[in-house]
């Protein structure tokens, strides 16, 4: 299948229904589509200054349970998502990009609370799958090239995305869903709401999920609570939110073209037999009378992402008629986390060729984030401030796995026998916005402001021989410009330019100043820059009765790309350090127009053309310390497919409903030079089913089948799970992932 851009891909663009809702700045949309297409929940972001679209309610219901809310969103313009998993939850695997930035450049909340940048580290927040279970999910809001200035986040070079929860329910009920699916998936969600109380309205949520791994051995387990509060105080809100997940998920094997033509897309770890991860160490990693080969690392024991969080924030919204608002939400957030890897690079005190490796984290955040707007004739102000302070642990150790007591994949190790390095990590952040809207006519506004971020690290060791000391991040002027017009009744265009930093990342791996030696680390905390990114866009939307449209262009210059480059030769003890590389320059076009087929039948699709590509040579060093150009100017940013499109055509008569989704996308690189890729690849997603009404003592039941990868189409989801290379033309880079293949879902819902 071809994805170049024709007369046909445009034809079928024009079968896409999306509603409309007026957005105001920063904020998630309450407003109802427009009555005639009530039933459709992607909207437009009518009125913003910038490229806004969202998903509402119905779009999360009809998804598959336990989906990632990630996976939902993904039908969106400009977006590239991707999972080894059929529901897109496995977060080693996970990568969520929007127009070739990847998921650590983009900014993420929920409720107003920052979820950081999402890092597989949980670095400086959490997943939106952990925080949140995907039933009690309300809404999204992506705003695809510079989110509101309020957002508090430090990573939205790319863009934000906005979640919001369900509220509570006004009458009492019990609501619950079972779902069961392919290799043993079983799924239960359950909600109690009060309805209205003297203390106001509450929900409580329990989710437990067990699913067996689609290759190999072994089961991803999450357990999910949420109790959410809601209070109206006349035109005041009070909203209190406290959620608590523990998640243990068993890896796949990081695989490489080479070894998927050699061992099969099936192949994988041998976990639970460690008899033979133990014959592999001593036949194939030279822990025995054999020598080392490259297979070693075909197949370890096991591997495993472990994850506790807590979150607990509160929200309260003040209102002076129409004239003011002030809304301010306080958060609290833990997490405890472990990343093991049964090694057979380190043995155990007893002998035993193998140990367990772990990377240890500890999070405890805390922040306020307040918003102020207030009217001033054709004026409107906005105002916020934010502050977190963010104290961030993270440590390497070893423990041992002794044949007769083999530490359990699924739960913490105890008693290690080394710690190579361990460090505390304490970032503070201060960000302040103004902007203001004139409305110099009902149909024509102007919007103008800027922020400012702070954002200091120290870092504390508290183990090993690796560097300490504070490194900043900051800027006083981030501006953000937009223009907005209704020329005609429903139509409107925009005009947008916005610059975002991010700061840096404070971990001990990864892209971080932190992930080198002391040497290493003073030799680059005086000059090295955060990266920054300037983004123009300029559209067009219309939003009528039976059909609405919008087509974006943009231009983006990201400056001061960070990349960890060898500086001399490594037997020299010369470090690896983060350095800047150049630029990237990004040109895109993205359209999406929408169109109800029948009463019962509506249709949604976009399509994405980017063009990203790397503007400077990286200069490095080899193994020697000779002086290494590495040709990348002019190339293909990794992982940056140049056309996405995304469509749905969904039916539903009150009795029957059904929705058949395509998600196609074109070649993507994992190599910096552009000398391997993985081809470009369409999925097929179906979802139906049966509106039950009453059955009983059980109102709006209903009964769903969801089939992920409907084709069984072979194919790769992620790319750099081991981080990208410079050149593998041989396809020897152990860093892909295999998607799932077809997979099946049955679930029954109803309210008691």
């Not at 999402?118 to 090239?145: C, F, K, P, T």
């Not at 986390?337 to 005190?349: A, D, K, N, Q, V």
């Not at 000779?626 to 056309?643: C, K, Y």
Request: aromatic share 8%; charged share 20%.
């Amino acid at each position: 299948m071809s994805l170049r851009p024709s007369a046909a891909a445009w034809l079928a663009l024009s079968l896409s229904t999306t509603g409309a809702s007026t957005l105001a700045a920063g904020e998630i949309s309450e407003a109802e589509p427009t009555l005639a297409l009530q039933a459709v929940t992607v909207t437009l972001g009518r009125g913003q200054v910038r490229s806004v679209h969202g998903v509402g309610r119905n779009e999360f219901e009809v998804a598959a349970p336990g989906q990632s809310p990630l996976a939902t969103v993904a039908r969106l313009p400009g977006v590239s998502f991707q999972s080894a998993d059929a529901q897109g939850v496995y977060e080693w695997s996970v990568r969520f990009a929007l127009r070739g930035f990847a998921q650590s450049q983009l900014g993420f909340t929920l409720d107003g609370v920052p979820l950081g940048d999402m890092s597989y580290g949980s670095l400086n927040g959490l997943h939106i799958s952990r925080a949140i279970a995907s039933e009690d999910v309300a809404r999204a809001e992506l705003s695809q090239g510079s989110g509101a200035l309020d957002t508090p986040s430090t990573s939205n070079l790319g863009g934000t995305l906005q979640f919001a929860s369900a509220e509570p329910g006004s009458t009492f009920g019990l609501r619950g869903a079972q779902t069961l699916g392919s290799h043993g998936q079983a799924r239960s969600h359950w909600r109690l709401d009060s309805g209205d109380t003297v203390l106001g309205r509450v929900f409580l949520s329990a989710m437990r999920q067990r699913a067996d791994k689609w290759k190999g051995d072994g089961q991803q387990r999450h357990e999910q609570y949420a109790l959410k509060l809601l209070r109206e105080l006349g035109p005041h809100r009070l909203s209190a939110l406290l959620t608590r997940s523990d998640r243990q998920e068993l890896d796949y094997q990081d695989l490489s073209l080479s070894q998927i033509a050699r061992l099969g897309w099936r192949w994988d770890n041998f976990f639970p037999d460690f008899e033979a991860a133990l014959q592999a160490s001593r036949l194939l990693c030279g822990n025995g009378e054999a020598p080392y080969q490259s297979s070693c690392d075909d197949a370890y024991y096991a591997g495993a992402g472990l994850r506790k969080d807590r979150l607990a924030a509160l929200t309260l919204e003040l209102r002076d008629g129409e004239e003011a608002t002030l809304r301010s939400t306080a958060y609290r957030h833990h997490n405890d986390g472990r990343g093991l890897w049964y090694t057979p690079y380190t043995s155990s005190p007893d002998g035993t060729p193998v140990s367990l490796r772990t990377t240890e984290y500890r999070l405890r955040r805390q922040g306020l984030s307040s918003v102020l707007e207030r009217s001033m004739g054709a004026h409107r102000w906005r105002a916020s401030i934010w502050l977190e302070d963010n104290d961030f642990e993270q440590a390497r150790r070893f423990y041992a796995t002794p044949s007769g007591a083999v530490p359990s994949p699924y739960a913490f190790p105890q008693a290690p026998f080394r710690t190579d390095w361990a460090y505390r990590f304490r970032t503070r952040t201060t960000q302040a916005s103004l902007a203001d809207t004139w409305s110099f006519s009902p149909a024509l506004r102007l919007q103008a402001g800027f922020k400012a971020l702070r954002a200091q690290t120290r870092a504390e060791r508290r183990h090993g021989s690796g560097p300490e000391g504070s490194i900043r991040a900051q800027h006083g002027f981030l501006p953000q410009l937009g223009l907005v017009h209704e020329f005609r009744p429903g139509e409107e265009w925009f005009v947008s330019l916005s610059t975002n930093l991010r700061a840096f990342q404070a971990a001990a791996t990864g892209t971080s100043p932190f992930a080198t030696t002391q040497a290493g680390f003073d030799s680059i905390r005086g000059r090295l820059r955060p990266e920054r990114a300037t983004q123009f866009e300029a559209g067009w939307r219309a939003s009528h009765p039976r059909w609405q449209a919008a087509l974006t262009a943009y231009a983006v210059d990201f400056r001061d790309r960070l990349l960890s480059v060898t500086q001399g030769a490594a037997i020299q003890g010369n470090p690896s350090v983060l350095s800047n590389v150049g630029r990237v320059q990004s040109l895109g076009l993205e359209g999406a127009l929408s169109l109800r087929l029948r009463p019962t039948l509506t249709a949604t699709a976009s399509l994405s053309l980017n063009r990203s590509t790397y503007g400077d040579d990286v200069l490095s060093r080899d193994a020697d310390g000779q002086p290494l150009r590495v040709a990348t100017a002019g190339r293909t940013v990794v992982d940056a497919p140049r056309q996405l499109f995304k469509g749905q055509l969904r039916h539903d008569d009150g009795r029957w409903f059904a929705e058949l989704g395509l998600d196609a996308q074109s070649r993507r690189f994992y190599s910096y030079l552009n000398d391997a890729s993985v081809p470009r690849r369409v999925l097929v997603h179906l979802g139906a089913g049966r509106h039950l009404g009453t059955l009983g003592a059980l109102n709006t039941a209903r009964l769903q089948l969801n089939v992920h990868n409907l084709g069984d189409h072979r194919h790769i989801a992620t790319l750099g799970s081991n981080d990208f290379v410079n050149s593998d033309p041989a396809g020897n880079a152990q860093t892909l992932l295999p998607g799932a293949p077809r997979q099946f879902q049955l679930s029954f819902s109803a309210r008691l």
